[in-house]
């Protein structure tokens, strides 16, 4: 019997596809249905997405609340429905008067600990129902405010788009973003608009990094169907990316294995326990005096 595929993707997700696209495509890949992502990229959207390959799938809940970066671009000047350019424009403003002085001074109150309105077409879900299924349906849909962490948010170029007096004058802002999860750019876009009394729309977005995985190492779906094997990043060397690791003898192994608890270490957790074999035994956390294993990884993983 042939062994399944095990392991993570470090994925560049191409514009035009959901990210429920992308696992469609890696379960054909791998020829395993036990594939899923670890923090959904708009369709519009490109860079790093974190696919996950078999039974370590149960891993993913540690990488949806890793922190993020992403490199985008602003436009000021017209608002839309979705806050980005897959919506239809619901204003159109003129932009003159609009300084650069103004753009960066707008910018630089929105970083830090900040409350931020998710677009009205987003995933969240308000009584049980997706945001964006409610907008669909016709529903006025107001989201609560929520924190969140924007520890960078830099501008790397303004642009006016045309000078032309008699014509639209749209100013593309080129920022990078480095945040904590659950931040929407799209709502940065939109804050900025609005604080300038312009409206502002997202028009790219390319995700850099989710936690420890960068574009560098990321591959395209052409170069996966390509490669000799669609893993690009083994269970160990994922783990120890996303956690610290504690080394664990043979014994123990066992005791996790059975469900069992082993001594304390004093490893700040959660943490992988890796045996002698370099196998990822369990995920385990340490509270109230004891271990307790958060994930059991079977044999098959290795």
Do not use: W
Request: proline share 4%; aromatic share 2%; charged share 25%.
């Amino acid at each position: 019997m042939t062994k399944q595929p095990t392991g993570f993707v470090i994925v560049d997700k191409p514009a035009g596809m959901t990210s429920h696209d992308v696992v469609a495509r890696m379960r054909r890949l791998a020829g395993t249905r036990k594939v899923g992502h670890g923090g959904t990229l708009d369709p519009m959207a490109t860079g790093v997405l974190v696919v996950a390959v078999g039974q370590i799938t149960r891993l993913l809940t540690f990488v949806t609340g890793c922190d993020k970066s992403y490199e985008a671009t602003i436009r000021l000047g017209q608002a839309t429905i979705t806050d980005d350019a897959e919506g239809d424009i619901t204003a159109t403003v003129s932009t003159e008067g609009v300084t650069d002085d103004a753009i960066n001074t707008t910018l630089s109150t929105m970083s830090g600990h900040v409350k931020q309105v998710p677009s009205a077409v987003s995933a969240v879900k308000i009584d049980g129902k997706r945001a964006y299924k409610r907008v669909r349906d016709g529903e006025d849909v107001e989201i609560p405010a929520r924190e969140v962490t924007i520890s960078r948010l830099e501008v790397r170029d303004i642009r006016r788009v045309t000078t032309d007096p008699e014509q639209f004058g749209a100013i593309d802002v080129d920022i990078t973003v480095d945040c904590s999860t659950g931040t929407y750019i799209r709502a940065i876009a939109r804050d900025l608009g609005t604080a300038l009394g312009v409206g502002g729309h997202l028009t790219r977005l390319r995700r850099t990094r989710v936690g420890g995985f960068t574009i560098d190492e990321s591959k395209t779906l052409d170069a996966l169907a390509e490669a000799e094997s669609p893993i690009t990043h083994t269970t160990v060397e994922t783990v120890t990316r996303l956690m610290p690791r504690r080394d664990i003898e043979a014994a123990e192994a066992t005791t996790l294995g059975h469900g069992g608890r082993i001594p304390l270490s004093g490893v700040a957790g959660p943490y992988a326990a890796i045996d002698p074999n370099g196998r990822v035994v369990a995920v385990v956390v340490e509270r109230d005096g004891r271990t307790k294993s958060l994930v059991v990884l079977p044999e098959s993983t290795a």
